[in-house]
């Protein structure tokens, strides 16, 4: 089992930044492929960005490329989302996602076993 928990969304207005962080805890953190997910009033919940500790990546999708920035902690067991450049098409609730190996497509929300309770980033024109 692996328990996640999102902090660091808030109210920004567009052009700003923000940073989320990922805590998790209960495996080793290391053997997983970690992502972010972003899900709009009304919408799906759309793939943001992953990365691994081992191999491959980082992956954005290509509306946040070059805008926001996927990492890990020292500690190895946090994970980060930096966003910049803000605009009001980012806000919805962004959730922390993890998959154990062997790892599938890192771009489908049914690939990930673990969510974390969603954090809210609302970006004001």
């Known amino acids: 089992q692996v328990q996640l928990v999102e902090t660091g969304g808030g109210l920004v207005q567009a052009g700003g930044s923000l940073r989320l962080s990922c805590a998790a805890s209960g495996r080793t953190f290391g053997s997983l492929l970690m992502g972010w997910f972003r899900q709009a009033p009304g919408k799906e919940r759309d793939f943001v960005a992953a990365?691994?500790?081992?191999?491959?990546?980082?992956y954005y999708a290509d509306s946040v490329k070059g805008r926001f920035t996927i990492s890990r902690g020292n500690a190895k067991n946090t994970m980060y989302l930096q966003m910049s450049s803000l605009r009001p098409e980012d806000t919805a609730v962004y959730y922390c996602?993890?998959?154990?190996?062997?790892?599938?497509?890192?771009?489908?929300?049914?690939?990930?076993?673990?969510w974390g309770q969603g954090t809210q980033v609302t970006v004001s024109s």
């Open positions: 990365i691994t500790w081992s191999a491959g990546g980082p």
């Open positions: 996602a993890a998959m154990p190996p062997p790892w599938r497509d890192y771009r489908g929300r049914r690939s990930y076993d673990y």
